[in-house]
């Protein structure tokens, strides 16, 4: 499954990963690489538990990038 994740860099360095499609899923860590890892984790635990209490999954993303040359 895919689903987009966005990072920030905090005013301390560290970088924040959020997934969008599940509220409330957020992770971090000392490094972009770390952050998205984390981000990983935490969307596998949040996809469980919503297997665990019967709640739907939202769907993975479909996604395109275009290029445009200005």
Do not use: D, K, Q, S
């Given at each position: 499954m895919r689903y987009r994740v966005l990072i920030d860099q905090d005013e301390d360095g560290m970088f924040i990963a959020e997934c969008p499609s599940l509220p409330g899923c957020i992770s971090q860590g000392k490094t972009r690489?770390?952050?998205?890892e984390n981000i990983q984790d935490a969307i596998r635990?949040?996809?469980e538990s919503l297997k665990k209490h019967n709640e739907p999954?939202?769907?993975?993303?479909?996604?395109?990038?275009?290029?445009?040359?200005?």
């Open positions: 690489r770390e952050a998205l635990g949040y996809i999954i939202p769907p993975p993303i479909e996604e395109e990038i275009v290029e445009v040359v200005i």
